[in-house]
Structure formats: C-alpha cells, structure tokens
C-alpha cells in the first residue's frame, strides 16, 4: 500500500518554543492531508485538513495561529506547533489519502 | 452528526479464541467504514474497509468484517486470536460522497489484551 512517512518519531522541547512535523507521501501525491492529534488512551480527534496551496480548514476548537499547517506541495504537509506548552503534549498523526487512509506513524511530542 | 461508537474499551481474550469488537455508527446514509490497528507508541494500520457492495469484507491478518445496515454496525471479528493481536482497534467512519470520501471520524476505540 501507500506510504506515509512522519518524522520526527519524538520530540522533546522547552516551553515556548515551536517544533516542526512533517508528514510526507512517499509514493503517491496527495492533495490533501489530515493531520489528527490523540490524547494517551484515548481516540484521534481531527485537528485540521490540509490542502495542497490553499489554506488549512481547522476542526473547531483547534487554534489555528497554535498549529500552523503549511502544504506546499504534492507530498509534504507540515504541523509546526508554536509557543508550545506542556498541555500541547501528545502524539500527533498525519494521514494521506491516494484512494483510503494511509497513516505516518505518528509523533510524540513532549513540552517541558 | 456523525458519530461512531464502540461500547468495549477494554476486552481480553484467551489465545485461540474467536473475538468480535463492535462498532455502531450514527449516520443519514451509507458511510465509508474501516477497522484500524494501532500498537503503542504506533500509527495507524487498516485492516479492512467497506464502500460498497458484499458486506462481510476481508481484511489482513486473517480479520473480517460485517456490515449491517439495519443495526448500523460493522463489526470486527477474528476466528482465532494470536498473541500478537494484542493492540487497539479504531472503528472509523467517513461520509460518503462521489469521488472519496473527507475525513474520518473516530471511535474510543477497544483495547484488546490477548492471554497465553
């Protein structure tokens, strides 16, 4: 199937700083790119559709001057939390569809 | 709205023994319906889907599916459990419309622990 490459694995930063995600279709162009967020045992909860050059369309309740999402071509779709604070810590999941879902495996992001 | 439900958060199963994972959906049409697969610390794998057509579907790993429009459900189920089936299991839905499908909404989710 599709590939989805998401990195870093895991990160960990201080608090207010901002941290980049990259969530990149290997063998398949991809207009458009989710990105979900999911609490420690809990579900993936739809942040915000990315669109291949146009603006993100963000789930309400996301900031979207918190996560900017930039989508600048075909295959990379990237997440840069900003300011981030120990409550933005969780795994964040990026998915791309040629015809289905195919996900990245995640990241784990830790503000300290 | 949309919604998916799964009532099992947690279930455990002996090894060899069939399991089903429900998985109920609230929607005005037909969705778009997926089992996922998640081990911890990983992303997402799916199992199987249903767009259309035969409703019990087959997926990897030897798991199928059974879609029932009269009790909204699509249900996982397994004849005989391997320890390496321990994970959790997303039920997803997406509203169904010409040319794919948006985005997918999520159950809780049912962890699943496989004894020896």
């Known amino acids: 199937g599709a590939v989805v490459s998401q990195h870093p694995s895991w990160v960990i930063c201080k608090s207010g700083t901002s941290v980049k995600i990259e969530c990149r279709s290997l063998d398949f162009q991809a207009t458009t790119m989710f990105w979900y967020r999911q609490f420690p045992k809990q579900s993936l909860m739809l942040m915000a559709t990315s669109n291949e050059g146009s603006k993100a369309t963000y789930e309400q309740g996301v900031e979207k001057d918190k996560f900017l999402i930039n989508h600048a071509s075909l295959t990379l779709s990237t997440l840069t939390v900003t300011s981030a604070h120990p409550e933005d810590s969780s795994f964040y999941i990026c998915?791309?569809?040629?015809?289905?879902?195919?996900f990245g495996q995640g990241t784990r992001l830790t503000v300290v | 709205a949309q919604s998916v439900t799964q009532p099992d958060i947690h279930i455990t199963v002996s090894e060899g023994a069939s399991l089903e994972l429900r998985c109920n959906y609230s929607?005005?049409?037909?969705?778009?319906l997926f089992w996922y697969v998640q081990s911890p610390g990983q992303g997402l794998q799916l199992l199987l889907k249903?767009?259309?057509?035969?409703?019990l579907v087959q997926g990897i790993k030897g798991f199928e599916a059974e879609f029932k429009r009269s009790q909204s459900s699509f249900n996982l189920r397994k004849p005989s459990v391997h320890w390496s089936d321990a994970a959790e299991y997303f039920c997803?839905?997406?509203?169904?419309?010409?040319?794919?499908?948006?985005?997918?909404?999520f159950g809780a989710g049912t962890r699943l622990a496989v004894h020896p």
């Open positions: 997803a839905v997406a509203p169904s419309f010409s040319g794919g499908y948006n985005k997918l909404i």
């Open positions: 249903y767009f259309s057509g035969d409703t």
């Open positions: 929607y005005g049409a037909t969705p778009y």
């Open positions: 998915s791309a569809r040629p015809t289905e879902a195919f």
